[in-house]
């Protein structure tokens, strides 16, 4: 693929970085438009965004230099290095439910009410994020002879080189669209507030467990190589999600 997009002078732009700030931009571009339909302040909207990004890009890079550690232990200045790609999507999560949470405070507004309009932009944003993964090489799949087989070939990728893998970049992309689709058509009969957050997290959970079977780089492997942390993490965030749905369920039907 190509790292680099285009060279201007000393300046580069490399594919990673400008995927991820568009999907951060389409994200937040939908989220003012769901909540512009929910009557709330868009300037609101915006500034938590803002945080959201912040924290969620701080976050996601920490936990993969957590799972990195040895790499970066012996090459600290990489891990600064972002526009290279190494960005994990559980610890963005976790930075951008820190954000929210605390934007809410701030500002007043429903936590759950956000959530709803920020996880289909989520989505969305996470998914054109996934396209930079696959044009820098990160986040790439173990070697397999499928006929939509993927070999890299440049010698910045961040994949091995001239090796048939999956392009489990592409599953993940696939998976965060589909996602979008399924969020925005259960919008308009949702039935208690946090629902599509909750489905978001459900899913894209199911959907990354199965993608983590293919990945091929490293990823953190526990139980002599059965499950990785991206799938402990997933298998986590789906009990709490089907909890938290099912009482919402029971508490709308009793109402």
């Not at 803002?50 to 890079?61: C, G, Q, T």
Request: one cysteine or more; glycine letters at 10%.
């Amino acid at each position: 693929m190509y790292p680099e997009l285009i060279h201007l002078g000393p300046v580069t732009i490399y594919s990673y970085g400008l995927l991820v700030a568009t999907g951060f931009f389409l994200g937040i571009t939908w989220s003012v438009r769901l909540g512009a339909r929910e009557g709330m302040d868009q300037q609101v909207i915006i500034d938590t965004a803002f945080w959201i990004v912040l924290s969620a890009i701080i976050m996601s890079r920490v936990v993969f230099g957590i799972v990195n550690i040895d790499y970066f232990l012996k090459n600290p200045v990489d891990f600064f290095k972002i526009w290279n790609g190494g960005l994990v999507f559980y610890g963005g999560l976790i930075g951008a439910v820190i954000a929210v949470v605390v934007c809410a405070r701030k500002y007043k507004f429903n936590i759950w009410q956000y959530a709803d309009i920020a996880a289909p932009a989520g989505a969305l944003g996470h998914a054109i994020g996934r396209l930079g993964c696959f044009f820098a090489g990160c986040c790439y799949g173990v070697k397999t002879d499928v006929p939509w087989a993927i070999t890299f070939t440049n010698v910045k990728s961040m994949a091995p080189i001239g090796v048939p893998l999956h392009p489990t970049q592409l599953y993940d992309a696939a998976n965060e669209f589909i996602i979008f689709i399924i969020l925005t058509a259960i919008r308009p009969a949702r039935k208690f507030e946090g629902q599509i957050f909750w489905t978001w997290v459900g899913l894209y959970a199911i959907g990354r467990s199965v993608v983590e079977m293919y990945r091929g780089d490293p990823r953190g492997i526990y139980f002599n190589g059965l499950v990785s942390t991206s799938q402990i993490v997933a298998a986590v965030a789906l009990t709490v999600a089907v909890a938290f749905y099912v009482r919402n369920v029971k508490s709308f039907s009793k109402g």
